[in-house]
């Protein structure tokens, strides 16, 4: 899960979605007619489909990468109106491997293809048994990207209609519009978004590829994406890891304060290191390096510096790439120096190379409260120089079939927009409108508490489900209980995005199916952090030897 300020927006505060670069790809569905049509309505016609693979498309593919695509029903209950295809990436395993081992790195919203491409010689050991396989779930990347539009479908100004900017009707009023903005430009993949139809392409996916069992090893978002698949198909469940172990339980609202708070937690012990260097941007004194963190979220906020990608980069674009880099101490280095290159030189491309070398806008709160304080070292950040935006990506033409999105057409705002549409999917709570009216102020105040610079950003993520449909209640309710294989859960102690609490709390719900490896070390996930955790993982997909449940990995192993 990658998700995605002592500033203090009222409790009037609306959020709308960031001014993106281009149109969003609306997905398309099929005619009524297939319907009619017996065989386009049997779900089990695309279980027996083969993928055909070809080169990737695309800069600095690596060689051995090959890529293909999986057609999954729209809507499983009309398996007949509609399809969509889902990008998928492999490499060959060495020798005879037994089968493939399917891989996803988080999100919710996280594209798994580009993952594979850039990430995949950390797994070479796996491929001494497995062909390694990902994938871009429905409605990220490839796979009939979801979208916000280009933020022309809401109003940016409170004022504009003439709006109070202290009545929290506002907020609703704004609310509404963000949510119809995602609906309209979203296309007919939107309402069929979320976990448990992503575990239902999981299942198609594992039979094209002609296993009989799903290996798997999902990460982060991943173990929840596991977890859905392994209650829908508990006779498909292979060896299967799950590793930085998501809740299952807490609503939204929880999860947003835990995921605040860890990250504050993290950033605070980022900033203790950074100011022990001569090269740090805050100087030397880490209370002081806080409140200059806070200080500059606000100013870009209020000043947005124009980026090679002609979108204006804001305090939210920086909050989210300072959470992305946070997740290991060893991209520290990298974020300091990219701070460096913001600070002093009011340069973006660093803290955008944090997210992957892209611009990957997000969703920040709406502000009514007037001019921010801005501290005067960061005004000179905004460059007199002019910058042109570049011209919108046109949508693709309406057909019968979504096919897959050329990489350059993927709208600039697929993974908050699909972060969101999972997220909100998969929960059946949703903000009221007389708890925004009433309680919005007390949440801005939790939130702000368990973090000034993340709070705001994750509050927004929350209120966002305002408007859409309800949640399904399966993940909370119908996830329990597995009576499957074992399933190795690792928790990592001192994890910023999923708590160790997590960890326990999900094997209790799993039953007697999950084993817990408990990592003492710290950063998001332990597979690539720890060597302990590394071996334990491969023994157990490679040959199936199990650790013995509650046993651990030390902090420096």
């Known amino acids: 899960m990658r998700s995605t300020h002592s500033r203090r927006p009222l409790a009037g505060a609306a959020v709308t979605v960031l001014a993106l670069l281009a149109a969003g790809l609306p997905a398309t569905a099929a005619g ?27 800069m600095e ?19 007949g109106a509609g399809t969509l295809d889902l990008a998928v990436a492999r490499i060959r395993g060495t020798g005879d491997p037994r089968g493939s081992l399917l891989l996803n790195f988080g999100g919710p919203g996280g594209p798994g293809v580009p993952e594979l491409a850039y990430s995949g010689e950390d797994f070479m050991d796996l491929t001494k048994g497995y062909d390694l396989v990902s994938f871009d779930p429905r409605g990220v990347g490839r796979s009939s990207p979801v979208s916000c539009g280009d933020g022309t479908d809401t109003a940016l100004e409170a004022t504009d209609d003439g709006d109070d900017a202290n009545d929290p009707r506002t907020a609703l009023r704004q609310l509404r519009r963000a949510a119809a903005a995602c609906e309209k430009n979203s296309g007919p993949v939107l309402p069929h978004i979320g976990t448990r139809n992503a575990a239902r392409d999981l299942d198609v996916l594992r039979a094209a590829l002609g296993d009989k069992k799903l290996n798997y090893l999902g990460f982060s978002y991943g173990t929840r994406l596991g977890a859905v698949y392994a209650a829908q198909f508990p006779d498909k469940v292979g060896r299967m890891v799950l590793d930085g172990v998501d809740t299952l339980t807490e609503p939204l609202t929880e999860q947003g304060l835990v995921g605040a708070a860890g990250q504050q937690t993290a950033l605070e012990d980022y900033l203790d290191a950074c100011t022990e260097e001569l090269t740090c941007p805050f100087g030397q004194d880490s209370r002081s390096a806080r409140e200059q963190v806070v200080a500059l979220v606000e100013s870009l906020d209020e000043y947005p510096v124009p980026s090679d990608f002609g979108q204006d980069f804001t305090g939210q674009h920086l909050v989210g790439a300072i959470g992305h880099a946070l997740y290991s101490e060893q991209m520290w280095p990298l974020l300091t120096q990219a701070l460096n290159m913001l600070v002093h030189d009011g340069d973006t491309r660093g803290v955008m190379a944090l997210t992957g070398g892209g611009f990957a806008p997000t969703i920040t709160p709406y502000r009514v409260s007037g ?36 990489a350059e057409k993927i709208p600039p705002d697929n993974y908050p927009a699909a972060l969101m549409a999972i997220n909100c999917a998969d929960d059946p709570d949703r903000p009221t409108a007389a708890r925004i009216t009433d309680d919005l102020e007390e949440l801005r105040a939790a939130y702000e508490d368990a973090s000034p610079v993340f709070g705001p950003y994750r509050l927004t993520q929350v209120l966002m489900c305002y408007g859409r449909p309800a949640g399904t209640d399966f993940v909370r309710e119908e996830v329990r209980d597995l009576d499957t294989p074992k399933v190795l859960l690792v928790g990592t102690r001192g994890d910023p995005a999923t708590p160790y609490r997590w960890t326990v709390e999900t094997a209790k719900r799993l039953g007697s199916s999950a084993v817990v490896l408990d990592n003492k070390g710290t950063g998001h996930t332990g597979y690539g952090s720890s060597k302990c955790v590394h071996t334990k993982v491969d023994d157990f997909l490679l040959f199936g030897t199990l650790p013995d449940d509650g046993s651990s990995c030390g902090a420096d192993d």
């Open 61 to 79: 593919m690596p060689e051995d990468l090959r890529c293909g695509k999986v057609t999954v029903p729209l809507d499983y209950s009309r398996p």
């Open 371 to 406: 001019p921010i304080r801005t501290s005067a070292p960061y005004r000179s950040l905004v460059p007199a120089r002019p910058h042109e935006p570049p011209e919108p990506t046109p949508s693709g033409t309406p057909t019968p079939h979504a096919g897959l999105v050329d």
């Open 32 to 58: 009524a007619d297939d319907d009619k049509d017996d065989k386009r309505s049997d779900p089990s016609r695309f279980h027996h489909q083969k993928i055909k693979w070809s080169k990737c498309e695309g």
